[in-house]
């Protein structure tokens, strides 16, 4: 009797890669993904408590809300639903996940330009912290992902070679959320420490690291995997 369980859901360029994956692979895999979404889920749920354990300006209230739920929830979903081994994007088929995709890109993006913005509206001397600087990278790489996911998508009747779209699509994407946790995990360090102490702005940090280390993975490995397959065809 076979232990292996096919994965149908692959992308087309991906069919000939594996029909089969070991059970230790997807357990590993599958066992990734919930710790990662753990940390996403106890992250995003430490920013909100930090807001409601003070009395802040309503506009670092919309700040923290829209900035933190847009890039720790739903861009960490749209980046894993990519995944055909990660968790629920499992039980996807690959071109429902495609439209999951683009769905949480969408409003994730809208979420964090509107939360960035209210927020650099009301610092008077913008950009002189690090959070400050990697939030306006943050902010700068998301707007070129959608750009870039858009000419990805219309590739072929641009006449690019889709393989290096998705290639460039893939390391923005994978940018964007590094700057992005970055920027958190100083805000972590700084302004979140000041007010909940030493243990829980560690605790936040490392979290921080588990939850953007763990949704990375998956991609920078396709991103590698894509290369040497075009170097190889070339
Ligand atoms: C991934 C989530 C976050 C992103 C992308 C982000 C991004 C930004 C941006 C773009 C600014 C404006 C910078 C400026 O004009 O100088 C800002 C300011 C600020 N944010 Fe965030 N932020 C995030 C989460 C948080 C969290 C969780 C906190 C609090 C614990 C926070 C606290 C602040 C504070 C205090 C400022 C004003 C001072 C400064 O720049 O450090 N942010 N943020």
Redesign the pocket.
Known sequence: MSTRFTTTNNAPDEMNRSAYASPIYITLLSVTTTITNLCLGAITMS?LL?IHAFSLPSS?KQ??YL??IG??ILMAQAIQSLNPHSGWARLVKYQDRRVVHWMLQIVASIL?VV??II??MD?T?????A??I???I??ILTILSMVGGIVSAYSSKLNINPAYMRIAHSCIGSLTLSA??L??LF??N???RAGMGNKNANLAIAMTVIGLVGTLTSPCLDVVRRMIRNVRSN
């Open positions: 920013a930090f670092m700040h923290i900035c933190g890039y720790m964090v939360g960035s927020r650099m610092v001397s913008n950009f002189s912290t959070h400050g990697l939030g306006l943050a902010l992005a946790f920027c958190l805000a972590f700084t302004t979140f």
